[in-house]
């Protein structure tokens, strides 16, 4: 199974930046997959962006010009850099992964503990 720990969120002002993490570790084949998804109060989980292990990669129209999604395969982690921040992206960040069987199959999707972030105006 995949373990995932994340980390780097926290308070900033609007206009400020944070980069976070996360880190798959565990037994696994291989991840497909890695990413966050975010949940602000009374919303629902939206993506943000993930990457591929092909280093393809895909934002949320909110995001885009502001955050950068990247990757390091061999460590099996994922980082967002958060720049021009503002107060709608105040939300829990989740993290995920999508876990490959070794026939190249889709096997499970793990979730994060998730790490809040918050802008203040």
Not at 69 to 84: E, P, R
Not at 102 to 110: H, Q, V
Request: proline share 2%; aromatic share 10%; net charge neutral.
């Amino acid at each position: 199974q995949v373990q995932l720990v994340e980390s780097g969120g926290g308070l900033v002002q609007a206009g400020g930046s944070l980069r976070l993490s996360c880190a798959a570790s565990g037994s696994f084949f291989s991840i497909s997959a890695m990413g966050w998804y975010r949940q602000a109060p009374g919303k629902q989980r939206e993506l943000v962006a993930h990457i591929t292990d092909g280093d393809s990669t895909n934002y949320a129209d909110s995001v885009k010009g502001r955050f950068t999604i990247s990757g390091d395969n061999a460590k099996n982690t994922v980082y967002l850099q958060m720049d021009s921040l503002k107060p709608e992206d105040t939300a829990v960040y989740y993290c995920f992964a999508n876990v490959r069987r070794a026939d190249g199959s889709y096997s499970y999707t793990r979730w994060g503990q998730g790490t809040q972030v918050t802008v203040s105006s």
